[in-house]
Structure formats: structure tokens, C-alpha cells
């Protein structure tokens, strides 16, 4: 292999340009070309093509979102859009892709390789970490950070005004977020999707840790649980049971922002093995970091087999909340 292409899809995640950097700069070490593609999949169809250098990845260790750009494309999901794509690997003789996204963005990677055998390799960031394949994804641990430090300036005021604060944190279907956010933050309640949930039970809680002498209570829940949102479930506690939630979601700014050290060390390992990998002919697989060690897998496990919560520290959770 003499030249590989690298491009950032679907949501960004920080540390997405720290594995950027270790992409180009292990192709680079180990004799590669790299073709930097900009606005992922929309990019790649239209050609947006540029040699990477040592030099193009310089200062972007530290900063979040993604210089390459990232993009959502509906015309990547169709095999007129796919075949337009290799078409334009072919052209620039590209002769394997790093796809650094979510699954969406490995499905379309997985596509592109069924049908013109392209060798792809993903590289897990997004900060939901509900990917199969890697026990941490790039961006999560920053995310978590990021919720984090909201959570204690809520809890200041929560304590302050003797209230229960309901705080929504992203995780699209999975509850990883807010499970780490609400044992590092001594939430009270975390309502996650893994776990049903059941809403008097905890507002039996609530009152009970009152009369035990707690003044204010946070309750983080994860956006895409059974029983709604943060709003929603605000507003059915207060029909039901009288008790009054102060709601706060925190949205988008889980998402941007400097990355973590862990993101940082995570993502240069990760880019660097994608980089081994493919050079190895490797290929429809997924780089992942299991118990510590580098990993592939086969890209469809990404998201046909599903990464399991941790059920021990969500019941520790509650213990720790008395
Ligand atoms: P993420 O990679 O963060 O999960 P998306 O789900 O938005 O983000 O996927 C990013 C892009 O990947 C989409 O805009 C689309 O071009 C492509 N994609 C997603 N799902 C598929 C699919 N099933 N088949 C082909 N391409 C897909």
C-alpha cells in the first residue's frame, strides 16, 4: 500500500484531531501517503481531496471538533453515492480509508468495502461510547468531564436552595454518560434506558433521603430513557407525586471543548493502530482498545453485538446515595 485517505464522520467527538494526528503521522513514519478528505463522506463524494504532512497536523492535539470537518450525507447512503466515492479514491489512487466516527459511519464504511472492496478501517469517536468493539470511545471521557463540572456548579445552588435538580446528559440510546456522570457528581437517582424505570419508587427515595436530613437532591438522566425526557419526567412527577424538579439539559456543550488527557492518549493509540492495521492488509475491521489492550473487530459486531453497562457500578450508585 502507498497511499491511504483519513476522514472525520458523523458527530464530532474531542479528540478526534489528536487521532487525526496520529494517523498522519504513523502513514507518514511508516512510509505511507495520507489524502486528508474533508466533510467526511459529502467531501469524499465530491472529491475534496488533500496531501496530508507532518506539518498539516502541527497544534491540534489539544483542540476539540475536527479540522478535517465532519458531515452527514444521505447521498453516501445509496450505491450511486458509494460508487461515486470509490470513484474518486480511484482517481487519487487512494488505496485504503481511516473512517474516525460513530456507527452510522461504519456502516457506510462497511458498504463502500462489500461493494468495491475498498480496505476500511473505523476508529471508534463519539462520545455516546455505545460502540461494541472498544471499552472506551474517543471523546466519551471528555464528555463526561465536561457534564461533570456543570453537575457540581448545579449542585451548589441545589444545595443552596434546598432543591432537586433534574439534569438531562447526552447518550442517544445508551446510559454510559450518565452512569460515570452520576457516580462522579453523588447523583441521588440515575435514570438510565439500560434499566426501567420506575418513577414513584424514586420519588419514594427522594422523600425518604429528605426525612433523612438530604436538602437537595440531582437526578441525571439520559436523554433517550423509556420514560422521556428531562422535561417530560419532570412534569409526571409533579402530577403524580407534588414533588418539583428544576430541569436542566445540558446539550451541546457535552460535545465541543479541549479533550481529556485519556481522550488524547486514547485517540493517538487508536489512530496509529489503524494506521498498522491497514498497512497489514486489515480490513472492514474496527481498532479498540479491550482490558487496556489493542484490538480489532470486525466492523459489523460494531453495531450488531452490544456493549454492555457496567451493572455493578449502577448498583453501587445507589448505594453510595444514601
Ligand atoms: P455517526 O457515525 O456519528 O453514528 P451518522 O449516523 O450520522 O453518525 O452517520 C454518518 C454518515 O454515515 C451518514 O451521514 C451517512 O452518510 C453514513 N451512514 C450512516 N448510516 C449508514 C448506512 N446504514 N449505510 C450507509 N451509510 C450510512
Given at each position: 500500500?502507498?497511499?491511504?485517505?483519513?476522514?472525520?464522520?458523523?458527530?464530532?467527538?474531542?479528540?478526534?484531531?489528536?487521532?487525526?494526528?496520529?494517523?498522519?503521522?504513523?502513514?507518514?513514519?511508516?512510509?505511507?501517503?495520507?489524502?486528508?478528505?474533508?466533510?467526511?463522506?459529502?467531501?469524499?463524494?465530491?472529491?475534496?481531496?488533500?496531501?496530508?504532512?507532518?506539518?498539516?497536523?502541527?497544534?491540534?492535539?489539544?483542540?476539540?471538533?475536527?479540522?478535517?470537518?465532519?458531515?452527514?450525507?444521505?447521498?453516501?447512503?445509496?450505491?450511486?453515492?458509494?460508487?461515486?466515492?470509490?470513484?474518486?479514491?480511484?482517481?487519487?489512487?487512494?488505496?485504503?480509508?481511516?473512517?474516525?466516527?460513530?456507527?452510522?459511519?461504519?456502516?457506510?464504511?462497511?458498504?463502500?468495502?462489500?461493494?468495491?472492496?475498498?480496505?476500511?478501517?473505523?476508529?471508534?469517536?463519539?462520545?455516546?461510547?455505545?460502540?461494541?468493539?472498544?471499552?472506551?470511545?474517543?471523546?466519551?471521557?471528555?464528555?463526561?468531564?465536561?457534564?461533570?463540572?456543570?453537575?457540581?456548579?448545579?449542585?451548589?445552588?441545589?444545595?443552596?436552595?434546598?432543591?432537586i435538580?433534574l439534569?438531562e446528559?447526552?447518550?442517544?440510546?445508551?446510559?454510559?454518560?450518565?452512569?460515570?456522570?452520576?457516580?462522579?457528581?453523588?447523583?441521588?437517582?440515575?435514570?438510565?434506558?439500560?434499566?426501567?424505570t420506575?418513577l414513584?419508587?424514586?420519588c419514594?427515595?427522594?422523600?425518604?433521603?429528605?426525612?433523612?436530613?438530604?436538602?437537595?437532591?440531582?437526578v441525571?438522566v439520559?436523554?433517550?430513557d423509556?420514560a422521556g425526557g428531562a422535561f417530560q419526567i419532570a412534569e409526571k412527577i409533579k402530577a403524580s407525586i407534588g414533588l418539583d424538579f428544576r430541569v436542566?439539559v445540558?446539550?451541546?456543550?457535552?460535545?465541543?471543548?479541549?479533550?481529556?488527557?485519556?481522550?488524547?492518549?486514547?485517540?493517538?493509540?487508536?489512530?496509529?493502530?489503524?494506521?498498522?492495521?491497514?498497512?497489514?492488509?486489515?480490513?472492514?475491521?474496527?481498532?479498540?482498545?479491550?482490558?487496556?489492550?489493542?484490538?480489532?473487530?470486525?466492523?459489523?459486531?460494531?453495531?450488531?453485538?452490544?456493549?454492555?453497562?457496567?451493572?455493578?457500578?449502577?448498583?453501587?450508585?445507589?448505594?453510595?446515595?444514601?
Amino acid at each position: 500500500m502507498k497511499r491511504i485517505g483519513v476522514l472525520t464522520s458523523g458527530g464530532d467527538a474531542p479528540g478526534m484531531n489528536a487521532c487525526l494526528r496520529a494517523v498522519v503521522r504513523r502513514a507518514l513514519y511508516d512510509g505511507l501517503e495520507v489524502m486528508g478528505i474533508r466533510r467526511g463522506y459529502a467531501g469524499l463524494i465530491q472529491g475534496e481531496f488533500f496531501p496530508m504532512t507532518m506539518r498539516s497536523v502541527s497544534n491540534i492535539i489539544q483542540r476539540g471538533g475536527t479540522i478535517l470537518e465532519t458531515a452527514r450525507s444521505q447521498e453516501f447512503t445509496t450505491q450511486e453515492g458509494r460508487k461515486m466515492a470509490a470513484l474518486k479514491l480511484g482517481e487519487a489512487n487512494v488505496e485504503g480509508l481511516i473512517v474516525i466516527g460513530g456507527d452510522g459511519s461504519f456502516r457506510g464504511a462497511h458498504s463502500l468495502f462489500m461493494e468495491w472492496y475498498i480496505p476500511v478501517i473505523g476508529v471508534p469517536a463519539t462520545i455516546d461510547n455505545d460502540i461494541y468493539g472498544s471499552d472506551y470511545t474517543i471523546g466519551y471521557d471528555t464528555a463526561v468531564n465536561t457534564a461533570l463540572e456543570s453537575i457540581d456548579r448545579i449542585r451548589d445552588t441545589a444545595a443552596a436552595h434546598e432543591r432537586i435538580f433534574l439534569v438531562e446528559v447526552m447518550g442517544r440510546k445508551a446510559g454510559f454518560i450518565a452512569l460515570e456522570v452520576g457516580i462522579g457528581g453523588g447523583a441521588e437517582e440515575i435514570i438510565i434506558p439500560e434499566v426501567k424505570t420506575d418513577l414513584k419508587a424514586i420519588c419514594a427515595r427522594l422523600k425518604e433521603g429528605k426525612k433523612r436530613g438530604k436538602t437537595s437532591a440531582i437526578v441525571v438522566v439520559a436523554e433517550g430513557d423509556e420514560a422521556g425526557g428531562a422535561f417530560q419526567i419532570a412534569e409526571k412527577i409533579k402530577a403524580s407525586i407534588g414533588l418539583d424538579f428544576r430541569v436542566v439539559v445540558l446539550g451541546h456543550i457535552q460535545r465541543g471543548g479541549k479533550p481529556s488527557a485519556r481522550d488524547r492518549v486514547l485517540a493517538s493509540r487508536l489512530g496509529a493502530a489503524a494506521v498498522r492495521a491497514i498497512n497489514q492488509g486489515e480490513k472492514d475491521k474496527m481498532v479498540g482498545v479491550v482490558n487496556g489492550k489493542l484490538v480489532l473487530t470486525p466492523l459489523t459486531d460494531s453495531w450488531e453485538k452490544k456493549k454492555k453497562l457496567d451493572k455493578e457500578l449502577y448498583d453501587l450508585a445507589s448505594i453510595l446515595a444514601k
